[in-house]
C-alpha cells in the first residue's frame, strides 16, 4: 500500500472490510500545517467494478451534501490514478458500541444513553429534510442506525456515521427486489420485508436502541430467521415486559418509535429527539456535552493516551523526514466481555464495510448472530407474506439444516457461513477455479477478509462472474440469463434441394456474432453518473 493517496499522507490503517480500507492521514501544508483525516478507500480489486464503483460514488456524494455538527463531515471526494477515496473528520473519540461494550449495557447510565440518541436523531432528522441545491428533497433513509454507526468524540459531540446504505433520490445503484441491507437486530419491520422505506424506518431503529438502553441488554436474541419473523408478526418483547420499573415517559417514548405500522410511529426523528429532551430536561442533573465528553474520557483515559502516543511518534517521525512506516492502530481486547472486542476502532467510520452489498446487487450483509458477531444475508421474497412463510419453512427443517448450522455454538470464530444458489440448479458453481460442490451450495469457508471469484456457468448459457469478500458470512442467489442464439442459426432448412447461397464476408461476421433480441434496449454503463472530480457535488 502506498504511503500517500491524493495529498493525504497515510500513518496508520485503521481497518479494512468488504468495500474499503479506512485509513489514518495527515494533510501538511506551510507553515507547519497539519491536520489529521481519516481517508475511506475503494478496494483496488473493487476499483475496476463498475457497480462496486457505482456504490462507492453513490456513498460520497451524498457525504458531500451533509454537513451537520450531528453527522461525520466529508471534506473532499477524490481519485488518484485508480484510486478512490473519501476524505473526512478525523474523530477522537469511541463508537457509542465501544461504550456499551467497556462499561456494560446494564450499567451504562440512562441518561447518558438518552443523551446520546437525542443528538444522533438531531443527525438523523438533518439528512432525513435534506433538500439538493435546487430545493428538491432527497428523501434520506440511513437504513443501518445502530449503536456501531453512532461516535461520541472525547469532547462530547455525537456524530452518525456511514450513509455508505442509505437510500436517497438520485442514486445510481439501486437495491433489487428481494434484497435487504441493515442490521437484522435494529430493522424496521416493512426493511425486513423489503417494502419501500422512508425516515419512520429509521425512527423504528432508535427505538430499538432507547429498549435496549432501558432493558440493559439487547433486544434482539436467538438467531436472524427467528429475529425477522418475529419482527414482522410484531411479536417481540415490550419495554414494559422486559423493564417494569423503566422511566414511563422513556417507556412511550420506545413504545411509540418502535410501532409496528409507521404510521403509529413518531412523524419525524425531530419529534422523537424532542420528546427525549423533554425526559431530559425534567432531570435533576441534565447530561450535556461537556459532561457526556467528561465520562467518556475517564472510561477510556488508557486507550486515549495509548492512541495519542502512538499516532504523536507518527507525526515526529514524519516531521523530522524520517521513513514513516504504517502501523496498524486495532482495537484492544476486551476484559468486560466474553471475548467481545471493547473498543471498535476509527474504522466505524467504514461501517458500509461492514453492511454494504459484497457482491454485486444481489448479496446482501447483515449483522448480528449470538454468540459471536457475525453477518448471515438473506434473499427475501418482496411480498411480506412469502417472506413469513419461508422463515417459517425454513425453521422447520431438520437439526442439520442451515439454520441448525447457523444457531450452533461450534462455528469456528474464524470462519463464515457461505450459501450459495444459482438458477437452473444444473448450473456448475467454481470458486477462484475449483469446482464447488453441489448447487445450491453450504459449506464454511476461511475468514480471510480477500476477494475472491465465483463463477457460475451451463452450456447454453451466459456465464456469471461475481466477486465476493471473505468477511462475514453471506447468501447469494442468482439466475443465469439464456446465451443469445445468432439469427442464423435460428433460420429453418429450406425445403428446396439446393445447396444454400455463400454469404460475403461481413455477413458471415455479423452472423458470428450474437444479437440482441428484436426492441431490446441498448445496454448502458452501470456507472451512470461517473464523478466530475471539478464538482464532486454533481449527481
Known sequence: MSDKIGKYRVIAKLGQGGMARVLLTVAAGKAGFEKLLVVKELREELAGDPEFLTMFLDEARLAARLNHSNVVQTYEVGQD??????????LEGQSLVALQVAVGRSKLPIDVQVRVLSDMLSGLHYAHTLCDYDGTPLCVVHRDVSPHNVFITYDGQVR??????????????????????????????????????????????AGVMLWEALAGKRFAVGNELAVLSSRVLGT?????????????????ICEKAMALSPAS????????????ESWLDARENRVGPKELGAYLVEVFAAERASMRARIDEQLRLLRSSEEV???????????????????????????????GTVAKATVSTNHTRLPRRSLIPIILGAAATLLVVSIFALRSRSSGSAVASATSSAV??????????????????LLDNVQLQGNPFHGSMPKDGRVHELECRLEGYVTLKRKVVFDRDFRIELELQPALVPAASLQQPSSSSSPPTSTSATAKSQVDKPHAPSGAPKPTSTLEHPLDESNPYAK
Open 412 to 429: 469456528v470464530p474464524d470462519d463464515i457461513d457461505v450459501d450459495i444458489r444459482v438458477h437452473p440448479a444444473a448450473a456448475e458453481l
Open 160 to 205: 452518525v456515521l456511514d450513509f455508505g446504505i442509505a437510500k436517497a433520490i438520485g442514486a445510481s445503484a439501486q437495491t433489487r427486489t428481494g434484497v435487504y441491507k441493515g442490521k437484522p437486530a435494529y430493522m424496521a419491520p416493512e426493511q425486513v420485508q423489503t417494502q419501500p422505506v422512508d425516515a419512520r424506518a429509521d425512527i423504528f431503529s
Open 236 to 252: 417481540e418483547n415490550s419495554i414494559r415486559t422486559v423493564a417494569p420499573s423503566a422511566p414511563p415517559e422513556l417507556v412511550e
Open 265 to 276: 410511529r413518531f412523524e419525524s426523528a425531530g419529534a422523537m429527539r424532542d420528546a427525549l
Open 325 to 355: 512506516s504504517v502501523i496498524e492502530l486495532t482495537r484492544v481486547a476486551s476484559s468486560s466481555g466474553a471475548g467481545t472486542p471493547a473498543s471498535p476502532r476509527q474504522s466505524d467510520l467504514a461501517a458500509a464495510d461492514e453492511v
Open 81 to 90: 490514478g485508480d484510486r478512490h477515496f473519501i476524505a473526512m473528520d478525523y
